[in-house]
């Protein structure tokens, strides 16, 4: 019932040795950039000029429980922005959203690409609105009325592990001296395997130039100035008064991670591709933390409206008693909702536009919980043109050094549909000039007994590409030509023409390692590392499915064989065998590109034709087809060699 932390991380830190391992095929590291930090909102920075900020009360608290809605600190508690909020980096955090410490400034981009990883500069900062320390109408403070500051603080997690001469810092601002002064430290280090822990931080204010009405603090890092690189999380800072030493219980009750999706299978896909049957995930499942000592009486519950705010009808979950909602100390999260494993009712109709949404709220409660904030959990459900396993994050990038190396993902469709393009996200800073000037095709295969088999469209050659004016987007590569696709499972990815890592960005936070297989010249292999790759196929052309396939019907009638075929084919067909029929091979568009007049089971040349799928249509009035079709019989054949 409970996640097992210690496992986890235990496991995380093995795969990553071994893919930084020279002897490794597939491989991660650190990305470069931040594809989740766009254009900065103009009302998110403040001016620093403390005059011009009115000052905040105690209690200060922030725990970033907003990280599902913006990358940036919340302008009510802070004046800068350089620290990344997320709910994907963390592991075991204490409640949903950590501040995230690295090398990249607040557009996602190093603060320096040049300097060497050795260098270890000043990166981010994070510093509070002035905080009124002075007196309220009530009260003066002084010194004994025992006020800190705390925090928890954890290095690496999902990302890049400190070295000694990184750091975290918290610094203090004198007001009347108009200078910071620094009050705790910690240099970097390379947590064990079984460190996942969030380390509890205490700091007295008792010097009497802090109380002042213009008192701020600030966190700051050293790191690697070159990328998302020595990370450290922050998390659940809050000044109060009256604070005890041993004061260690939190009467919170929190998310403190996404969300399992309400589909089996993806993340995103096209709603036209939905099928309740195979696409719905059979229940679902939310992480949630109990930081009080004693287990709590809970109510939970969750409701869904579409993309005009409509309320969709849902499941009703209920109460957690006998015994409750578990203390997290020797407990772990919660994850109770994945008791209920069927959904009662379906949250998507049937029938809906091709690109659209669901918004799903999650709402816990509990007596005597003194933190809301933290008690609501959005997620969006989205349904686009496209296929993802990701959750549009990336905490690593993945690749394969290995000239001719080919990368894949497996994809089913439900129902007939087209190829146009796929959405690659390369991460672009690190050996960017080398990388843009790589090639890679992209590429689809037919499945095979255990993953990728035949080919069938390897497309002309393409180049990393960056959106103009951004790095942070997800650049789109069309086909030469649209690619027909009946009912089935694809594999769809790239093959590299460059032995260059072309780094693409892989999400830690869904793990679909079953949906990727990659090949380095020794045929294919099923990824070994947790995640999800950050290829997603772009599906819809406008023109329609061929008229009058119905492979159900048609698929014991007219076989053709091999299929997929090299240089020659034979095909058998019902009725008189004996008498000639008119073969017609047809492209996805429609044209035709061989003809002729043949008997059943003659081999034919197809030598001449170039790999791609194609359709077949057998006329001639012997044919023993199902009344209404007599005479026409569109069958599928791909050639690939």
Excluded at 16 to 28: D, M, P, T
Excluded at 109 to 138: E, F
Excluded at 277 to 286: D, I, K, Q, V, W
Excluded at 296 to 305: D, E, P
């Amino acid at each position: 019932m409970y996640f097992n932390l210690f496992i986890k991380r235990s496991v995380v830190i093995l795969l990553n040795v071994i893919s930084f391992s020279l002897f490794a095929q597939e491989q991660l590291k650190p990305l470069n950039g931040n594809i989740n930090l766009p254009i900065i909102p103009n009302n998110t920075l403040l001016s620093k000029k403390t005059t011009s900020v009115t000052p905040i009360d105690l209690p200060f608290f922030d725990d970033f429980s907003y990280a599902d809605k913006t990358p940036y600190p919340s302008t009510n508690n802070w004046l800068d922005s350089n620290a990344y909020i997320n709910t994907g980096f963390a592991i075991a955090p204490i409640t949903l959203g950590v501040a995230t410490f690295d090398g990249l400034n607040k557009k996602g981009y190093p603060y320096s690409i040049n300097v060497p990883v050795s260098y270890s500069g000043v990166a981010d900062t994070l510093t509070s609105r002035p905080i009124n320390l002075k007196a309220t109408t009530t009260h003066t403070y002084v010194a004994a009325d025992s006020i800190f500051l705390s925090f928890y603080y954890q290095a690496e997690g999902k990302g890049d592990s400190p070295e000694p001469n990184d750091s975290l810092s918290v610094d203090f601002w004198k007001p009347n001296q108009n200078k910071w002064k620094k009050v705790w430290g910690v240099k970097g280090y390379n947590p064990s395997a079984t460190d996942t822990t969030f380390y509890r931080v205490r700091i007295a204010i008792t010097d009497t130039s802090y109380l002042d009405s213009l008192f701020k603090f600030r966190f700051r890092n050293t790191a690697t100035l070159s990328g998302s690189l020595d990370h450290w999380h922050v998390d659940y800072v809050q000044i109060k008064q009256n604070y005890l030493y041993a004061d260690t219980v939190l009467d919170d009750i929190a998310f403190v991670y996404k969300p399992s999706s309400f589909l089996k299978n993806y993340s995103v896909m096209p709603y036209r591709q939905y099928n309740r049957t195979l696409e719905m995930a059979p229940g679902f499942r939310n992480f949630m933390r109990n930081n009080f000592n004693v287990a709590k009486f809970s109510v939970y519950n969750y409701t869904i409206k579409d993309e005009f705010g409509v309320t969709v009808p849902s499941d009703i979950y209920g109460t957690f008693n006998n015994p409750g909602f578990l203390p997290f100390l020797n407990n772990g999260y919660y994850t109770g909702i994945a008791a209920t494993p069927v959904f009662t009712l379906q949250p998507f109709p049937v029938t809906f536009s091709d690109s659209t949404f669901f918004t799903i709220q999650h709402v816990i409660s509990s007596s005597g919980d003194t933190k809301n904030v933290n008690d609501t959990l959005t997620h969006v459900q989205k349904f686009g043109t496209y296929y993802a396993y990701d959750d549009g994050t990336a905490e690593q990038a993945y690749y394969l050094n290995t000239y001719g190396a080919k990368t894949a993902m497996r994809f089913t469709l439900n129902v007939f549909d087209t190829l146009k393009s796929v959405r690659i996200y390369f991460d672009p800073i690190t050996d960017g000039t080398a990388i843009q000037a790589s090639s890679f095709r992209l590429m689809v295969w037919a499945a095979g007994s255990n993953g990728p088999g035949n080919v069938i469209l390897k497309d002309s050659l393409v180049y990393p590409t960056y959106v103009s004016g951004s790095y942070n987007l997800m650049p789109t590569y069309n086909l030469t030509s649209c690619l027909p696709l009946g009912v089935g499972t694809y594999y769809i990815g790239i093959q590299q023409t460059t032995n260059k890592a072309l780094n693409i960005g892989f999400d830690r936070n869904t793990n679909h390692m079953d949906a990727l297989y990659y090949d380095i010249g020794n045929g294919w292999v099923q990824s070994a590392i947790p995640g999800s790759l950050m290829i997603n196929p772009v599906m819809g052309c406008t023109y329609p499915e061929p008229v009058g396939i119905n492979e159900n019907q048609k698929a014991d009638l007219i076989k053709i064989f091999p299929n997929p075929a090299q240089d020659k084919i034979t095909i058998s067909y019902p009725g008189n065998q004996l008498e000639n029929v008119t073969i017609e091979i047809l492209s996805a568009l429609g044209q035709v590109v061989y003809s002729s007049s043949i008997i059943s089971n003659e081999q034919i040349d197809i030598s001449n034709i170039a790999n791609g799928l194609y359709f077949i249509h057998l006329k001639g009035n012997n044919l023993n087809l199902p009344s209404g079709q007599a005479g026409v019989s569109p069958k599928k054949l791909i050639i690939s060699r």
